[in-house]
């Protein structure tokens, strides 16, 4: 397999970027890392005469916390958010989770907001970041807005990105006082085939607050909102037959399709093992705090 020829641009701000998009128009694609576009373009599924590499964009290098989110530039890598003695302080699960995307090639190429962009249905961060509440920051020209991260995946590579607007930071709430999240997931090879976030917040010995995201099942990572209010209201100390519980309603409630990892029936099972796996791990994570 051979690239086709393409114009490579390396643009040095946003402006510039979005120049060369209204220049070259549908002749134009953007990527970061490039780990999934070159993939499609080599395999003939996509042709772009024009290809405009973002990483060299200073304002989506930005990693920081600020008022108690982490802002993360769209072109930050996942092996930057993996091994960052920052991340590993302040939000040890987010590279917990990072830690285990894909391959060492991948996570020292991909970004954070490519992997986003590129709406693969099999995805380890878009469900932990829809467990952790977080919002993406998307720009055209001077206007900009921010999306709830259940919003801006629609499907199968398709984001609510529209025309000319870019992905330029993804904000991640940290972790309150009380709180806990853990992401389990199953892969038979690089891509998993099932991904699982659990968030729980605990104040006075009782869960105040549950959001479980189960993804790479179906065609978009989903809150499970019929297991979360199972748990909520229920004491820390005797929530583990809930959060078993927790597995069985997620799984009812879940709308897999069969593919090659597995049949519908399959993958309900693995909903059920693993949503009570996570939900466990996060009671147990409150209990020690």
């Known amino acids: 397999?051979?690239?086709?020829?393409?114009?490579?641009?390396?643009?040095?701000?946003l402006e510039e970027a979005e120049d060369l998009l209204a220049q070259h128009g549908d002749e134009a694609a953007v990527y970061c890392g490039g780990t999934e576009l070159l993939l499609v373009m080599k395999l003939g599924l996509a042709a772009y005469s024009n290809?405009?590499?973002l990483k060299g964009i200073p304002e989506l290098r930005v990693f920081e916390e600020r008022n108690g989110t982490l802002r993360v530039g769209a072109a930050v890598t996942h092996h930057e958010l993996e091994s960052s003695p920052f991340v590993h302080r302040l939000f040890p699960a987010l590279a917990e989770m990072e830690r285990r995307v894909a391959n060492v090639r991948v996570r020292s190429m991909g970004t954070l907001g490519g992997n986003l962009c590129f709406s693969d249905p099999h995805s380890d961060p878009a469900t932990f970041l829809l467990a952790s509440g977080a919002e993406l920051?998307?720009?055209?020209?001077a206007a900009e807005r921010t999306i709830p991260i259940g919003e801006f995946v629609r499907g199968p590579y398709e984001t609510a990105l529209e025309a000319g607007e870019l992905l330029t930071e993804i904000r991640i709430p940290v972790l309150p006082v009380g709180?806990?999240?853990?992401?389990?997931?199953?892969?038979?090879h690089e891509r998993p085939a099932l991904t699982v976030s659990c968030?729980?917040?605990?104040?006075?010995?009782?869960?105040?607050?549950?959001?479980i995201a189960v993804g790479s099942v179906s065609a978009t990572p989903g809150r499970v909102t019929e297991a979360e209010t199972l748990l909520v209201d229920v004491p820390v100390e005797s929530a583990a037959d809930q959060a078993l519980l927790a597995g069985e309603i997620a799984a009812e409630h879940?709308?897999?399709f069969a593919d090659l990892n597995g049949s519908v029936e399959y993958k309900r099972n693995l909903v059920r093992v693993f949503v009570s796996r996570c939900c466990t791990a996060a009671v147990e994570r409150l209990r020690r705090t």
């Open 1 to 13: 397999m051979t690239l086709p020829p393409f114009a490579l641009h390396r643009p040095h701000s």
């Open 51 to 53: 290809l405009v590499d």
């Open 137 to 141: 920051v998307c720009r055209r020209g």
């Open 179 to 188: 709180a806990a999240l853990v992401h389990e997931k199953f892969a038979m």
């Open 199 to 211: 968030y729980m917040r605990a104040d006075d010995g009782h869960i105040v607050d549950t959001r």
């Open 254 to 256: 879940v709308a897999p």
